[in-house]
């Protein structure tokens, strides 16, 4: 679990996220959702450690996320995975030597026990038989599903995605929000999604934390979206006028 | 202002290298990157240093050859001052001068690149030290294959000198060798190589910083891999003139 108490990060006097209170529970896909600039992404790299928030505590598991030490840092990090929104892969490397990287720097596994481990992380995200291609031969769905792979290799306790959709297909990305749920679920992770992806949002959203203006606006279940009279989170989610059609039309027939 | 800025490099600089050199997580992953960096650095710049120390050698031998035309200077001399010229001063500051071009742009582009592309956050949030393991293993293989490129350097350098002089009947080639036996001082060898430990160590680190602190933007990654030439070649300058002072 990650829990973040009274967050607060501003940029040259621009306050970017202030007095966020949050919990992230673990075998769930906690959502964080908001328009571009919301601080989504500030908050996610707060979370990860990649920027140091101005005021506020954040605790894995109990521990003091902000207090611990470089090593003691790194230690944990060894319990945390992340996609990144273009994967990040390296792309020196092949397929297999990407999700084999943190194997081959933090385990003293023999040489059969990675590729045993590394084949079992591209076959649960169905990429078999991909491990000599480097990821520039991969489509944007592949490059994603390996950088899944890369983030699981470790068996993390934390997972965090950062807008995991972004340049997919509506079908591509469903199947990687699937994934991502799957994996969440199986394994008992904390996940953390970050993205402005609708489909996601009512796919697998079961903890949705809807940032505008630095704050938290609205947090619940993807069931409760439709009956909240947020005004921000109506504006945000049924954006075009054919979805706020749908979202009257959905309503009329629940009331009949 | 200017002062302020370039303090501010300097101290960002310092925390940087203190970081890269501190326990890697794993030896035998520092070693491999280690060794592929001696690879690209060694073999990928024997020929343009070669190249290079060929007609710098050839140039000193024909340059000093004019300037002795009409003295009373013996010609073997003509040796004797590529010999020196080459070990003291043309080895290390012009091959290493090149290698800030070749392997320090290379470098800074390189690690420029994963910041920007966000594979440094990647292995950052996997608990990789990557200051270690990208600046520490590129700046030890350096420091370790440089100092041979700068000695092939010197007997190419000598080579050219020979190949300028001798069959254009400048002088003999019992002459050449002559000025290259003369007035021989070890020292000089030995500040050749404490010049090609120091241009070494400051071409990559400076390099590697440039790349590691790029904002984003593929102009500013330019700029990184131009400044990581342009502030190498003032440095090593500047440490040659202070080696010369203190060493001489």
């Known amino acids: ?256 | 202002m200017v002062l302020t800025r370039l303090l501010n490099h300097l101290g960002k600089y310092l925390i940087l290298m203190g970081t890269a050199f501190s326990k890697p997580e794993k030896a035998s992953m520092y070693y491999r990157e280690a060794v592929r960096q001696m690879y690209d650095i060694g073999i990928g710049s024997l020929i343009i240093v070669v190249i290079i120390s060929l007609f710098i050698g050839a140039v000193t031998a024909v340059q000093f050859a004019y300037q002795l035309d009409g003295t009373l200077v013996p010609d073997y001399y003509i040796g004797y001052v590529v010999r020196d010229m080459t070990i003291i001063e043309l080895a290390p500051t012009i091959t290493c001068l090149v290698l800030a071009g070749k392997v320090g742009s290379n470098m800074a582009a390189e690690i420029g690149g994963m910041r920007q592309k966000e594979h440094i956050d990647a292995m950052e949030i996997m608990g990789v030290n990557t200051a270690a393991y990208l600046i520490m293993p590129k700046v030890v293989a350096a420091v370790m294959i440089i100092p041979i490129l700068v000695a092939v350097s010197a007997f190419v350098g000598m080579g050219g000198g020979y190949i300028a002089s001798v069959p254009t009947g400048l002088l003999s080639g019992q002459e050449f060798v002559m000025g290259l036996r003369s007035f021989f001082m070890p020292y000089n060898v030995f500040m050749m190589f404490v010049k090609a430990l120091v241009f070494s160590y400051l071409l990559t680190s400076i390099s590697c910083y440039q790349g590691y602190t790029v904002r984003p933007g593929s102009i500013e990654l330019g700029k990184a891999s131009t400044n990581a030439v342009v502030i190498s070649d003032i440095m090593i300058l500047l440490a040659d003139y202070l080696i010369a002072v203190v060493l001489i």
């Not at chain 1, 929000?177 to 199986?186: F, H, M, Q, R």
């Open chain 1, 1 to 256: 679990m990650i829990k973040v108490k009274g967050i607060g990060k501003s940029f040259h006097g621009t306050r970017v996220l202030q007095d966020i209170h949050a919990e992230f529970l673990p075998g769930q896909a906690n959502l964080i959702i908001g328009k571009s600039g919301a601080g989504k992404t500030v908050l996610l790299k707060l979370l990860v450690g990649l920027l140091t928030p101005d005021a506020g505590q954040i605790y894995y598991d109990n521990t003091d996320f902000l207090g611990l030490s470089k090593r003691e840092l790194r230690q944990l990090r060894l319990r945390v995975g992340m996609l990144f929104q273009g994967s990040a892969l390296f792309d020196s490397m092949t397929v297999e030597e990407n999700v084999r990287f943190p194997l081959d720097m933090f385990t003293t596994m023999t040489a059969r026990e990675k590729s045993d481990r590394v084949n079992t992380c591209l076959n649960r995200v169905s990429l078999d038989g991909v491990n000599a291609k480097y990821p520039s031969e991969l489509s944007g769905g592949m490059q994603k599903r390996v950088g899944i792979a890369r983030a699981i290799v470790l068996n993390p306790a934390f997972l965090f995605c950062d807008e995991p959709n972004s340049g997919l297909d509506p079908k591509t990305s469903l199947v990687i929000d699937e994934l991502i749920k799957d994996i969440t679920v199986e394994n008992h992770i904390t996940t953390i999604i970050n993205t402005h992806d609708m489909n996601s949002v009512m796919e697998v959203g079961d903890n949705v934390i809807l940032l505008h203006e630095g704050r938290i606006c609205w947090q619940g279940h993807r069931e409760d979206i439709m009956q909240s009279d947020n005004e921000v989170l109506q504006d945000f989610i049924f954006a075009s006028p054919f979805l706020q059609r749908l979202r009257k039309a959905a309503l009329q027939h629940k009331a009949n």
